[in-house]
């Protein structure tokens, strides 16, 4: 039983690490995944795979140490909200960028040429990766508007 799992083990860090070396961003978040699932499987796999009883007091021994057990519902849960928040920040890098490729973000990921210090991202305005269409008719009709409202309140 230990030598499948320890074929199982192998096979889940190894597509983690194939997915991991992907340029997709999403591939790397599964990755990530797949290693956590199989860290925790080794985890449970050295502790053993006995089939003892339960750490009950009312049953006579040998108990099964629960620690182990404990440690991988811990990661579990840890690993599920990890894995959700990298996705959400993969989503919202496909979003400002317009694509999932890890080795085009660079740095402008976060820079917007038209903010005053150029440095935060604009959710409205794709980044600088994809240049945006001209604007100059709404910026026109923009400056056209604020001049109309400041002669309105002179």
């Given at each position: ?122 959710p409205e305005h ?29």
């Open positions: 039983m230990e030598t499948l799992f320890a074929v199982l083990i192998g096979l889940l860090v190894a597509a983690g690490v194939f997915l991991m070396l992907s340029r997709t961003i999403i591939r790397v978040v599964l990755g990530l995944a797949f290693i956590a699932y199989g860290v925790n499987l080794a985890i449970l796999t050295v502790s053993g795979l006995r089939q003892e009883s339960p750490p009950l007091l009312t049953l006579e021994g040998p108990y099964v140490d629960p620690l182990p057990q404990a440690l991988v519902l811990t990661a579990i849960v840890i690993g599920f909200g990890t894995t959700a928040l990298l996705l959400t920040v993969a989503l919202r890098a496909y979003q400002v960028a317009g694509h999932d490729d890890v080795a085009a973000f660079g740095d402008n990921l976060a820079r917007n040429p038209d903010a005053p210090d150029g440095q935060h991202a604009d794709l980044s600088p990766d994809t240049p945006e269409t001209d604007h100059t008719d709404e910026t026109e009709i923009q400056m056209a508007e604020l001049e109309r409202l400041r002669r309105i309140t002179r």
